[in-house]
């Protein structure tokens, strides 16, 4: 059995070895395959590499080809566009390649001039500049010089596309701005601008803002720091508000004393030395609209004369007015500007160029005609401009900015009335602005300047709708100047004055005038009938003489035969062009101009002799709730500190402070810096009393609001003054007696303020009343009545004449004339008597008792032009004071047509009153003299005061009373 299971396993066991070798065998055979098929795959993933290799690169080839290809296109395409476009320019560049071969060979002679330009001609206006290149033009072409004659430095020196950029940063939009970029940019020493009305300082700033540019004066505490830093950084720096003499900190800036120290550029600076970059740039400006600087200062710096022109002014308001009434139109005017711009800087082909700029040129024609409708109104504003700027030639206090004039024609335009007819409304704006100007302007003039600027302001009007004829003005301010007697017929009368027939035959002279001198011989007797006539203006002319001449002509005849007369002309003229309100001046309120003020505007008081506005002031400050927060300080020697810290604290409180006298302290008032922070408190105001000084700082002047103190100079002037003042609830509750005598005592005030016009026919010595004399004698008034029963006439009247008004008497001809006005104006009658007359006039009595308003309405009623007999003088006093007002209103308009410094607007009427002026100066050297005011005339010369013999001064004379002289 063992053995049988023995054999059955061996049998087992080889076939299983049997299977085993054939499994080997086939496993051999399978891995040969397999080896065999591995190394087929590998052949064949080596050649699908090589593939995937080959198939890249012919797309790459592919892609470049066509790149190329598109590349090629647009070349193709651009050359033909460029050749379709070039094909009719073959007679453009012919005549462009003649021209630069013209320019070409004049640039010798061109650059001479516009290296003169440069150099030399900033300082002046735009008159004396083409005057002077005139003559240089001439002498390079008597030398044979080649040069361009009609050359243009606008076009010869700055090209359109920056003329554009510039005119967007602020600098006006004319041929004169234009020209002072241009000496700016390209003088090679520091520019020092004139710039009063601030233009320069806005432009320059926008000019060099990418660069950070640094804004300093002489008057901060860190300016030497700022510059220093901007000696080293290269950063440009304006330094504003320079006086006439430089401080001598910035001398080695402005000598540009550098110097090379191991490689480097070093300067000398604030008492070390300082790394100086060449990119350094400096400016300054001056807003004194006539400086004088040493030769030393001119030599280092170039003087360009930026004063507002009348053509750039117009530019910028018709902008300002366009913008508030048709805001889209000036965005489109700017946005045409700017692509103008933009693509002058593109190259592109002519055939684009054109299409670009007649699509353009269609545009900004339709533009401008929308915006032409506006025109009236803007010229309108810069004459009136102009007129106010002229006003600094008669007194230093007349100064007057840019910035806040602007501000005013904005608020005309807001406040304005409204209409949807385009013509009204330009004259509602006219009307609106033009009267807005009188009255802010009026309270900032002395009474005896302000029927001349009435009459400035029509005659500016005038010329500028070419109604008034230049010579005609000139004659009405300087009368008939005969250079040459032999040729002057004989007077044909012996009744005329010699210098009215002066006038009589210069006036022949004139256009529309020839034939006068004849006449008078032939028409004598009438002559002489008008021109004894106590008011000739108002009988007509002799002959046809009345239907030729126009208003104006009429009262060139008033200033020939009857000078005393013509400042009732001026003013009925004055009345006839614009109305009645610009002979009224408005009464000062001082809470109104409080209302108008900001943080940043000061509030100054011009003062006059004897008139105190503190009073006044502190009243108002009790009236807005500010009396807790007001601090006042009269200025003089050692003060300033007190006042530096009554500024500060005014500033970071919102208080008021009030600095009296400034005029003590001008210096001190010129080194006040930081009034336009904006940190400071939004109720801080800075009041201000100075009397007329030529030293006060101007940017004080120019930011302030100005309110003269002097009283009015006529009766009815006065007595809405004074009425004005008075408290309402005091008067409308107090008895009737007290208010009808009120009346008396105010006319009695009054009427001793009106009589000093009339010079030494009014009193024998000069007095100065003011408010605080009336305030007196109300007060005694009101304590009197209420302590009696009965009105104690007598002990009034004393204390109001003798003691009160009298204090101020040291004549004693003059005491007599305060005695008689007041035992007429103060008595039992005027309780009495209904409608008591206070003067010969009717028009001049206690009116009926009621409020407050009812007198103020009475006030508004009486005479506008009042006669020497309201209050009680003879009439002939009205003569010599007419004649001399005359005599003085005419010399001042005089200076103001007299061409002076800076850069106001020119014009053909300007540049007839430049050629006028010297030789009206040199033959009527008493009417205006160049070193001193017009009015400072005392009396009025025989020659020039003509008066018929029946009107002859006599001695003044009340209703009643004795007559008495006066003292020459």
């Not at 070093?266 to 400006?285: C, D, G, H, Q, W």
């Not at 100064?399 to 406040?415: C, E, G, H, V």
């Not at 385009?422 to 302007?441: A, M």
Request: glycine letters at 6%; a negative charge; charged letters at 25%.
């Amino acid at each position: 059995m063992l053995k049988i299971e023995s054999i059955r396993i061996a049998e087992s066991s080889n076939q299983k070895k049997e299977r085993l070798e054939e499994a080997l065998e086939s496993l051999t055979q399978k891995q040969k395959i397999l080896s065999e098929a591995r190394a087929k795959l590998k052949e064949l993933s080596e050649m699908i590499a090589r593939l995937q290799d080959e198939y890249n690169e012919k797309l790459r080839q592919k892609n470049e080809l066509e790149s190329r290809s598109r590349l090629l296109q647009l070349k193709l395409e651009r050359a033909e566009a460029l050749i379709t476009g070039l094909s009719g320019e073959k007679d453009r560049w012919e005549a462009t390649v003649e021209r630069l071969d013209s320019e070409f060979g004049c640039l010798p002679g061109d650059c001479l001039i516009a290296t003169g330009f440069v150099a030399y001609l900033g300082p002046f206006v735009s008159e004396y500049r083409e005057n002077l290149m005139n003559e240089w033009f001439q002498e390079v072409f008597v030398e044979e010089i080649p040069v361009t004659m009609d050359l243009s430095m606008k076009n010869f020196l700055l090209d359109d596309a920056t003329l554009r950029n510039w005119n967007s940063m602020g600098l006006p939009d004319d041929n004169f701005s234009a020209e002072n970029g241009i000496i700016v940019v390209r003088a090679t020493r520091w520019p020092l601008a004139v710039d009063p009305q601030g233009q320069a300082l806005i432009w320059l700033s926008e000019l060099e803002q990418k660069n950070d540019i640094e804004i300093v004066d002489f008057g901060q505490p860190n300016y030497l720091k700022i510059m220093e830093n901007c000696l080293s950084a290269g950063k440009p720096v304006i330094v504003q508000n320079v006086g006439e003499v430089i401080d001598p900190s910035i001398a080695p800036i402005l000598d540009k004393a550098i110097i090379r120290v191991g490689g480097n550029l070093v300067i000398k600076f604030n008492e070390k030395m300082v790394p100086y970059n060449s990119a350094f740039r400096m400016y300054l400006t001056t807003k004194l609209g006539n400086p004088v600087y040493t030769p030393e200062t001119l030599t280092k710096t170039t003087m360009i004369n930026f004063a507002v022109k009348e053509q750039g002014l117009t530019a910028q308001l018709l902008g300002i007015v366009v913008r508030k009434e048709r805001p889209q139109l000036e965005q489109m005017k700017a946005n045409l500007v700017t692509t103008i711009a933009q693509n002058k800087k593109i190259l592109r082909t002519s055939l684009e160029v054109k299409e670009a700029l007649i699509t353009s040129q269609v545009t900004e024609v339709e533009i401008d005609a929308a915006r032409q409708g506006y025109v009236p109104v803007a010229e309108r504003a810069s004459v009136l401009f102009f007129a106010l700027n002229e006003l600094s030639r008669i007194d230093p206090m007349y100064q007057f900015s840019l910035d806040a004039y602007i501000d005013l024609f904005n608020y005309s335009i807001d406040k304005s009335p409204k209409s949807p007819e385009l013509q009204d409304r330009i004259n509602n704006l006219n009307e609106f602005h033009t009267y807005s100007v009188y009255k802010n302007t009026c309270r900032a003039l002395f009474e005896r300047h302000k029927l001349m600027l009435s009459f400035h302001i029509v005659s500016r009007i005038l010329f500028q709708s070419g109604k008034m004829d230049v010579n005609e003005y000139l004659f009405l301010l300087k009368g008939g100047v005969v250079l040459d007697r032999s040729e002057q017929p004989d007077n044909p009368t012996n009744w005329l004055p010699e210098d009215c027939w002066d006038n009589i035959t210069e006036l022949d002279k004139l256009p529309g005038f020839h034939g006068l001198a004849d006449n008078f011989e032939t028409t004598a007797r009438e002559w002489k009938e008008w021109y004894l006539h106590p008011e000739p203006e108002t009988q007509p002319l002799i002959g046809e003489w009345n239907d030729l001449c126009n208003d104006f002509q009429k009262i060139l005849f008033i200033r020939s035969l009857r000078v005393d007369r013509v400042s009732a002309c001026i003013t009925t003229f004055v009345v006839n062009v614009l109305g009645p309100r610009y002979v009224e001046p408005p009464v000062l309120d001082i809470r109104a101009a409080w209302e108008e003020s900001s943080w940043k505007t000061s509030l100054l008081f011009v003062l006059s002799p004897g008139v105190d506005p503190t009073a006044a002031l502190l009243q108002l400050a009790m009236d807005v709730k500010m009396f807790d927060k007001f601090a006042t300080l009269s200025l003089g020697q050692g003060q300033a500190p007190t006042a530096s810290r009554m500024l500060t604290n005014g500033m970071r409180d919102g208080g008021w402070v009030f600095l009296a006298n400034c005029h003590l302290a001008c210096i001190w008032l010129g080194t006040l810096r930081g009034l336009d922070n904006p940190k400071i408190h939004p109720r801080f105001r800075l009041w201000l009393s100075s009397m007329p000084d030529d030293k006060f700082p101007l940017n004080i002047l120019q930011r302030s609001i100005k309110m003269t103190t002097e009283p009015p100079q006529g009766l009815k002037g006065n007595l809405v003054r004074a009425y004005a003042n008075i408290n309402e609830d005091k008067f409308d509750t107090a008895s009737s007696q007290y208010r009808k005598l009120l009346f008396c005592v105010s006319f009695f005030h009054c009427t001793l303020i009106a009589r000093k016009r009339f010079r030494q026919l009014g009193y024998n010595a000069v007095y100065s009343f003011n408010d605080a004399d009336f305030d007196v004698s109300d007060n005694l008034l009101a304590n009197y009545l209420q302590e009696y029963e009965e009105v104690p006439w007598d002990a009034l009247r004393y204390l109001f004449a003798i003691i009160n008004y009298g204090g101020h008497i040291t004549d004693d001809w003059d005491k007599r004339v305060l005695l008689a006005y007041i035992n007429q104006f103060f008595c039992k009658e005027a309780l009495e008597i209904p409608f008591y007359r206070l003067s010969s006039i009717p028009a001049y009595h206690v009116p009926r008792d009621g409020s407050l308003q009812s007198y103020r309405d009475f006030l508004d009623l009486l005479p506008a032009a009042e006669r020497a007999e309201s209050v009680g003088q003879h009439a002939s006093a009205d003569v010599a004071a007419l004649a001399q007002d005359a005599i003085i209103l005419c010399s001042t308009l005089f200076v103001l047509a007299s061409t002076g410094g800076g850069g106001g607007g020119g014009g053909d009427d300007k540049k007839q009153f430049a050629r006028l002026d010297s030789s009206a100066v040199a033959v009527r050297p008493h009417l205006v003299s160049r070193g001193s005011k017009p009015d400072s005339l005392s009396r009025v010369p025989k020659s020039t005061a003509p008066y018929p013999a029946h009107l002859a001064p006599a001695h003044p004379t009340m209703p009643g009373c004795v007559v008495f002289p006066s003292i020459e």
